[in-house]
């Protein structure tokens, strides 16, 4: 059994440190990042040693603007996991509502700028959680994160290899979850019904865009 079999929660923290916004602590990270990655074997480490590699090499500034221009300014790529599945419509105000539910319970406490379905977020969850409540979540929105997976590899993206990661710790996608990425892809989100208001509170329903800075 290898050490991310073992132990998924610390590659799901290293991947959720690595899905932030850029910042001036993920260059005094990177050391530590990267000792986990080599210890996490090399189906799970080995993409992620390999965006390190990059992380490494680019300037602070212009890794947090391609970050800008990759997850902001691209709806395929969207780190926000209910957006697939719901759209903008009334059940993702519903679903975003019982995520940070869920996570108040287990003792995670996001911040008021926070979005609980942003991908960061939820691997934090999964690595604080444990690997049975973790790995419950991110199977709950499989088919989005292959989405987001497969769009990154499409745009030869550095983050792809993080995504691929994260695909590693979890079992491999099963007939009825591989129709459900093909049908999110073809189809993409879906959109609210006319003349109904969500059922969400507004602060839950934002536009797909940004994330934790």
Do not use: N
């Amino acid at each position: 059994m290898t050490a991310a079999a073992r132990r998924p929660e610390l590659a799901w923290q290293a991947q959720s440190l690595l899905l932030a916004y850029p910042d001036d602590e993920l260059a005094g990270r990177l050391g530590l990042l990267r000792q986990v990655a080599a210890a996490a074997g090399p189906r799970v480490g080995g993409p992620l040693l390999g965006f390190l590699d990059y992380a490494a090499g680019a300037a602070l500034a212009e890794l947090a603007a391609e970050y800008v221009a990759t997850f902001d300014h691209r709806k395929r790529c969207c780190l926000f996991l209910t957006y697939y599945a719901h759209g903008d419509t009334r059940k993702r105000g519903m679903a975003l509502l019982r995520l940070k539910r869920g996570y108040a319970a287990a003792g995670l406490r996001l911040a008021d700028d926070e979005l609980p379905d942003h991908l960061a977020v939820m691997l934090e969850f999964a690595a604080i959680a444990g690997p049975d409540a973790g790995r419950a979540l991110l199977l709950e929105h499989r088919a989005g994160l292959e989405l987001l997976r497969l769009a990154l590899r499409d745009i030869a993206s550095p983050w792809a290899g993080v995504l691929d990661s994260v695909s590693a710790t979890l079992p491999a996608l099963r007939g009825g979850e591989r129709e459900a990425v093909a049908r999110l892809a073809a189809q993409g989100p879906p959109e609210e019904q006319v003349g109904l208001a969500p059922f969400g509170p507004p602060e839950y329903m934002p536009q797909p865009q940004g994330g934790p800075r």
